[in-house]
């Protein structure tokens, strides 16, 4: 897979094969560019990573990235995060820059975490439950609980102070 980071192509180029849907994050094809890129056609696909992808001209770009392109014409952000953690819901309203801090703020705990609980993890030596958090690149142990509620709460708190509009947290929707 290519750098998703790839330098943008020519503005022009872009709006003259694409055309993109605002509200619903879709990009189609304006004129037939290949055996399966026909005009009319949704353009792109999903790839194993879960972030859509559309290809032209011998690059292939994330549909995020070519988004933010195609509504604002300006540099693309080094990082751009889907609100709702949806990786093929490329409305614009849910797309915002992110610092790679913020973005990866926005995740849910990881498949592996025996508490299933983001920050949360138990401390077999101490019997309890630690919450940590990580910010600026930099593990911050906020303490030892009796309960994995306990710790949950301590890193929401911590999550809302340090990440704001981008803190994930066990207690929304997954």
């Known amino acids: 897979m290519a750098d ?41 696909g999903t790839y194993k990573d879960g972030y859509h992808y559309v290809a032209f001209d011998r690059t292939i770009y994330r549909a995020a990235r070519l988004a933010w392109f195609y509504v604002y014409g300006s540099p693309v952000p080094d990082y751009i ?39 949360v993890t138990w401390a077999p030596d101490r019997k309890k439950w630690l919450a940590k958090i990580c910010v600026n690149y930099k593990a911050i142990k906020l303490g030892y609980f009796g309960t994995s509620e306990e710790a949950a709460a301590a890193y929401e708190t911590a999550a809302r102070a340090a990440f704001g509009e981008f803190a994930r947290t066990k207690q929304e929707p997954q």
């Open 4 to 44: 998703y980071r790839a330098n943008m192509p020519n503005r022009d180029r872009l709006m003259e094969l694409l055309s993109y849907d605002p509200d619903t994050g879709i990009f189609t094809w304006n004129k037939k560019v290949g055996a399966r890129a026909l005009a009319g056609a949704e353009a792109g």
């Open 81 to 119: 995060d889907h609100i709702n953690r949806d990786r093929t819901d490329n409305r614009i309203a849910n797309l915002r820059e992110a610092t790679n801090s913020q973005n990866c703020s926005n995740s849910v705990a990881r498949k592996q975490s025996k508490s299933g609980i983001k920050g």
